[in-house]
């Protein structure tokens, strides 16, 4: 079945500093791909999401590209903030269906 | 607001006694399902719906029931609940946007149970 395989955390940085968290996937088809975000003690928000190879999904200076050919959506940020710790989740939606498929997540703390 | 509500946002309960985690949502989005969220595991689907009426298992069903009997509410029902239900619960909805389907979650639901 589907998967998504992200990177263990936490990643911990400085404010400032440069964000890349990996994410690969396994899919039949050719899945949406997204990044959701959760913040401590709140639900699953949407943070960006790409549709076809290629694509860029971006949002609040984060940025992620549909790499069919590596089956990859790896999130980057050039200056992460202390306001974006929180865990990230990257998920697959294959064609005709609704489920998302999760990876584990991945905890961000970023310190001042 | 657009919004998916869940109620309660927290619950303690003893095994076996029979509960009810609401969901509604007012967006029209003829799609609901529910996620439980754990430690190393991230969100798996539990139950989902496309409509009114119709219902069908996601990944890890056992020990739960839902309802579709209205378009807006998708009731998680946890008859005889166990220790290992304890789990942070989510509930979602969704509808097409630019040919991709977009979920919308609730604020979950932390269900301890003893």
């Known amino acids: 079945g589907d998967s998504v395989t992200q990177m263990e955390g936490p990643v911990t940085l400085s404010e400032e500093a440069f964000l890349t968290i990996n994410c690969t996937y396994t899919?039949?088809?050719?899945?949406?791909l997204f990044w959701y975000v959760q913040y401590p003690g709140e639900g699953l928000q949407l943070l960006l999401k790409?549709?076809?190879?290629?694509d860029k999904g971006s949002n609040k200076g984060f940025e992620a590209t549909y790499r069919k050919e590596t089956t990859s959506f790896h999130l980057e940020k050039g200056s992460v903030q202390v306001s974006d710790s929180a865990v990230y989740f990257c998920?697959?939606?294959?064609?005709?269906?609704?489920?998302?498929?999760f990876g584990t997540g991945t905890r961000l703390l970023v310190s001042p | 607001e657009a919004q998916v509500t869940q109620n309660p946002r927290y619950l303690i309960t003893v095994t076996g006694k029979k509960l009810t985690v609401t969901c509604s949502q007012n967006?029209?989005?003829?799609?609901m399902s529910w996620y439980r969220q754990d430690p190393g595991l991230g969100l798996r689907q539990i139950y989902y719906?496309?409509?009114?009426?119709?219902?069908d298992k996601g990944d890890v069903p056992e020990g739960y029931k839902v309802s579709r009997k209205e378009k807006r509410n998708f009731p998680l029902i946890l008859e005889s609940p166990s220790p290992n239900q304890t789990s942070l619960y989510f509930c979602?909805?969704?509808?097409?946007?630019?040919?991709?389907?977009?979920?919308?979650f609730g604020p979950g639901t932390r269900l301890t149970v003893t």
């Open positions: 899919a039949t088809g050719y899945p949406s």
């Open positions: 719906s496309m409509n009114v009426e119709v219902t």
């Open positions: 967006m029209n989005h003829e799609y």
């Open positions: 979602a909805s969704s509808q097409i946007i630019a040919g991709s389907y977009e979920q919308y």
């Open positions: 998920a697959i939606m294959n064609t005709g269906f609704q489920k998302l498929v």
């Open positions: 790409a549709t076809k190879a290629d």
